[in-house]
Nanobody, 124 residues
Framework: QVQLSESGGGLVQAGDSLRLSCTAS????????MGWFRQAPGKEREFVAS????????LYADSVKDRFTISREYAKSTVVLQMNSLKPEDTAIYYC?????????????????WGQGTQVTVSS
């Protein structure tokens, strides 16, 4: 069992930046792809970004491309989502997820473990 813990959410203004972190309880998670998803009120959970176990093959949703960056810090079993130029439509609960294997795409079915989520609110 892998437990994931997110941190870094908060209330910011449009144009600001936030850095979300997700720490895994086991180093085993370093062998798995990691991803970020988000869910806004009344909407389904959607893909944001993912990164392979090797730290490459980063994928992004079109809505966040060129604004968000996903990266891994292996020594800390942590995956980071750097969010720049935030917009009100980025407001959501952000969830970290560990993939079933070393690579995972944009589909939720490719992820096994999920964190509890961290709230990101962007005011206009």
């Amino acid at each position: 069992q892998v437990q994931l813990s997110e941190s870094g959410g908060g209330l910011v203004q449009a144009g600001d930046s936030l850095r979300l972190s997700c720490t895994a309880s086991r180093r085993t998670a370093s062998n798995n792809a990691m991803g970020w998803f988000r869910q806004a009120p009344g909407k389904e959970r959607e893909f944001v970004a993912s990164i392979a176990w090797s730290g490459d093959n980063a994928l992004y949703a079109d809505s966040v491309k060129d604004r968000f960056t996903i990266s891994r810090e292996y020594a800390k079993s942590t995956v980071v989502l750097q969010m720049n130029s935030l917009k009100p439509e980025d407001t959501a609960i952000y969830y970290c997820a560990a993939g079933l294997g070393p690579y995972a795409g944009k589909d939720r079915s490719g992820y096994r473990y999920w964190g509890q989520g961290t709230q990101v609110t962007v005011s206009s």
